[in-house]
């Protein structure tokens, strides 16, 4: 491995906790994998467990899909390009204007790119993709695979869940969640917060997503899926949220952003003040930094 590769996975096992909120009935702990990758965090241990497979089988094409802004996107495009990959790219954007951080990111680090205006002729074009199978892969949208699920488990192994009451994650694409509820069955509560999708859209699509992987041996359960009190689009900036993030900055020293772990802290710490979520709890902090970036790249356009 060359100097980058061994400092990105240099973190794997090196997982720290830090009180950040506490009342009369609960407290509140992050378990910080946010530093792990460049702030990538999470999504870098699902793409070591891809990439520790493919490098099993000697392959070294990938085709990426997915939306061109999107963090995962663009973790993997950064990922497995700096990991000596030929990373062949299939997209969709439904703004053909928007430039973004991610989406300079993900056209630097592709060999080959090619982009749809809507999700719903993207899909159509990826069903008829052809790849070679011997040499190329195809990988699923937000890594949605057993061995990125496999991989989270270096995650899971440092959690002495006895300390703990219950454990709490984002629910984006519902990997993380599903992979640590397969890992624990029932060994602590493992809530979800859903910043996507509704909590009516969400648990089908979790049930959905937990077949696909070969994960049926554990129940959906309406209660362990909460949602975070936000009805605005996904991806839209919230001026109280964004406030937020700053004062928790300033109060434990965390950065967290506000598309993901801020709308998911806010959320707890309301739940907690109304003694919802009581005892000892841990939120796990996937990182998601790199929605940051934007706010670099209009600072750079106003010079």
Partial sequence: MNFLQTYLSSGLSNLSTQTVF??????????RDDRLSFGMGTKFRKFWGIHSDLEKKKIKKVVLQGELHSNALTAFAFLFYNFGYKVRTLCYTRDKIRISANSIFVKKNSHFLEKWDSRSNWKNAVEQIQ?????????????????????????????????WDSLIIDLGSGLTW????CFYQNQIPIYGISIGLSKKK????????????????????ESF?????????????????LE???????????????????????????????????GKILYLHQGGLWNFL????AKKDRL
């Fill in 225 to 241: 899926v909460l949602e975070s009190g936000f009805r605005q689009g996904f991806g839209s900036l919230n001026s109280n949220i």
């Fill in 131 to 163: 790849i070679d199978k011997e040499s190329e892969v195809l990988i699923p949208e937000y890594g949605l695979i057993l061995s990125a699920s496999n991989s989270l488990h270096t995650i899971w192994k440092q959690i002495r869940v006895e300390e």
């Fill in 22 to 31: 506490e009342n009369s009935h609960s407290k509140l702990s992050i378990l």
């Fill in 244 to 278: 937020y993030c700053n004062s928790f900055y300033l109060k434990s020293g965390i950065p967290i952003e506000p598309i993901y772990s801020g709308r998911s802290l806010f959320a707890i710490e309301k739940k907690m003040e109304q003694g919802e979520l009581i």
């Fill in 202 to 221: 969400m648990i089908p699509w979790l049930e959905e997503k937990r077949n696909s992987l070969g994960l049926e041996n554990f129940p959906i359960k």
């Fill in 294 to 297: 934007d706010a670099l790249l």
């Fill in 178 to 181: 599903l992979s640590a509820k």
